[in-house]
C-alpha cells in the first residue's frame, strides 16, 4: 500500500500484489498523481485499474484524464458512476433514462473500439468493456517481468507529466464524438456492488458500504492471493457500523480515517451547516471515534494502522496520533500495530509486506 495522498484536498492509494495494482481514488490532477507516483517508484504506466470508493471531488479530482491517459479501466458502483457523470456533465440535470440511454451509447462505442484491430483506446491493453471474468483472463498473470516496479520510466508520458495534448488515440475517439467532447467519457467501465467480492488480476477486492453522504460509498479490502495479505481502506464514513467492523478483522494493513478533533471542529472556522454535516452519521470519522473503534472493535492484529483523511483545519497530527496510540495500548510492539499517518502534501513510503 502506497497512500499517495489523503485529506480533503485529495485523496489517492496505490495497492500493488505480485504483477497487478491499482489506484484507489484518483482525487488529485493526473498530472500531480503521475508525479507522486513516480516519486514513490510507482510507475504510473502499470496500473490495471482505478477503483473509486465514492463520487466527492476529493477523491476523483483527476479520474477522467487519468483514466483516458492510462486507458484503463474504472470500478464504480453504478449509483456512484451515475453520480459522478452528473456530477462532471455541464448541464445540471439529467434523467436516468436519459442516462441509461447515454450508458447504452458508450457501450456500443467501447465494443466498436475493442473491436477495430489497431488504434484502439479501450482494446489496448484490456479488450474494451467487459464482465470482471473478462478482465482477469486479459489481464496477463505472471508477467512479472514486464510489470516490475520500476523506478525509471520507459516512455516520456510517465515522467511525471500529464500531457496536456491529445495523442493519436485520444484523436481517433474525438474524431467519433468522444474524448473531450463528452467529459464522462472513460476507456472502460466496471460495476461492483458493495458486499459482493471480484478479482483484478491478483488482488481479490471486498467492497463494503460505508456510511457517508454520497450515492452509494464503500469502503474496500483487498486480499493478495497469493501472499495472504489483507490491506484495508476504510475513510469518508461518519461513524463505525457494525458491517465496517465485521469487514475490518483480520487485516495487516489499515488505513482508517482519524478526520478532525471534536474539540478544535466546534471551534473551528467552519460554518454551522459544514460542522453539523463532518459531525454527522454520514459525516467523518473523528479522532475520537476512530480510537474507540481501535479500543473497542480492533483484533490487535494488524501490521501497520495508517491514520488518514485528517482534516487540515480541525485536527493536528499529534491529536490524531496521540487518541489511537492511547487506543492501542499495550497491543503496540516491535511487530505489530504501528501507527503512522498519511498526509495531504506528500505520499507515505509504501508499506510493503
Ligand atoms: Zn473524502
Ligand atoms: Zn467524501
Same mark, same amino acid.
Given at each position: 500500500?502506497t ?11 496505490v495497492?500493488a500484489a505480485g504483477s497487478?495494482s ?15 507516483m513516480?516519486?514513490v517508484g510507482e510507475d504510473a504506466e502499470q496500473l ?35 453520480? =459522478? ?13 436519459? =442516462? ?11 465494443? %466498436? ?17 467487459? %464482465? ?12 512479472g517481468?514486464q510489470k516490475s516496479k520500476s523506478k525509471s520510466n ?8 500529464? @500531457? ?6 485520444? !484523436? ?11 467529459? @464522462? ?20 477486492? /471486498? ?8 450515492? !452509494? ?30 469487514? &475490518?478483522?483480520? %487485516? ?9 478533533? &471534536? ?8 460554518? =454551522? ?6 459531525? /454527522? ?15 473497542? !472493535? ?12 485528517? /482534516?487540515?483545519?480541525?485536527? &493536528? ?15 503496540? /510492539? ?16 509504501p508499506?510493503c509486506?
Amino acid at each position: 500500500m502506497t497512500v499517495l495522498a489523503s485529506g480533503s484536498k485529495g485523496n489517492a492509494t496505490v495497492i500493488a500484489a505480485g504483477s497487478t495494482s491499482v489506484l484507489v481514488d484518483a482525487g488529485l490532477s493526473c498530472r500531480e498523481l503521475m508525479r507522486r507516483m513516480a516519486a514513490v517508484g510507482e510507475d504510473a504506466e502499470q496500473l490495471d485499474a482505478i477503483l473509486i470508493t465514492h463520487e466527492h471531488l476529493d477523491h476523483v479530482a483527476g479520474l477522467s484524464v487519468l483514466a483516458r491517459r492510462l486507458k484503463i479501466p474504472v470500478f464504480f458502483t453504478e449509483p456512484t458512476h451515475r453520480a =459522478w457523470t452528473r456530477m462532471v456533465m455541464p448541464r445540471t440535470t439529467m434523467s436516468y433514462a436519459k =442516462w441509461l440511454e447515454m450508458m447504452a451509447r458508450e457501450k456500443e462505442q467501447r465494443a %466498436v473500439e475493442a473491436a477495430a484491430p489497431a488504434h484502439t483506446l479501450a482494446g489496448k491493453r484490456l479488450g474494451g468493456t467487459g %464482465v470482471v471474468a473478462q478482465l482477469e483472463q486479459q489481464i496477463p498473470v505472471g508477467n512479472g517481468s514486464q510489470k516490475s516496479k520500476s523506478k525509471s520510466n520507459s516512455n516520456g508520458n510517465g515522467n511525471g507529466e500529464c @500531457s496536456g495534448e491529445l495523442d493519436e488515440e485520444e !484523436d481517433l475517439v474525438e474524431a467519433s464524438g468522444k474524448g473531450k467532447s463528452d467529459p @464522462s467519457y472513460l476507456p472502460a467501465v466496471e460495476y461492483f456492488r458493495a458486499g459482493q467480492g471480484f478479482s483484478i488480476g491478483e488482488i481479490e477486492v /471486498s467492497p463494503f458500504t460505508i456510511p457517508h453522504d454520497a450515492a !452509494d460509498p464503500c469502503g474496500f479490502v483487498f486480499h493478495a492471493r497469493t501472499e495472504s495479505v489483507r490491506m484495508a481502506i476504510a475513510t469518508d464514513l461518519g461513524y463505525v457500523p457494525p458491517n465496517v467492523k465485521m469487514a &475490518l478483522r483480520g %487485516v495487516d494493513v489499515l488505513l482508517l480515517e482519524s478526520n478532525h478533533d &471534536l474539540e478544535m471542529l466546534k471551534d473551528g472556522p467552519y460554518p =454551522w451547516s459544514v460542522k453539523q454535516r463532518v459531525l /454527522s452519521r454520514v459525516g467523518h470519522l473523528s479522532n475520537a471515534a476512530a480510537a474507540e473503534f481501535l479500543m473497542k !472493535d480492533y483484533d490487535g492484529g494488524a501490521h501497520t494502522i495508517v491514520l488518514g483523511h485528517l /482534516s487540515e483545519s480541525n485536527n &493536528l497530527p499529534e491529536l490524531a496520533r496521540l487518541a489511537a496510540e492511547e487506543a492501542i495500548g499495550g497491543r503496540m /510492539s516491535l511487530l505489530g500495530n504501528r501507527v503512522v499517518l498519511a498526509q495531504q502534501g506528500t505520499p507515505l513510503e509504501p508499506i510493503c509486506l
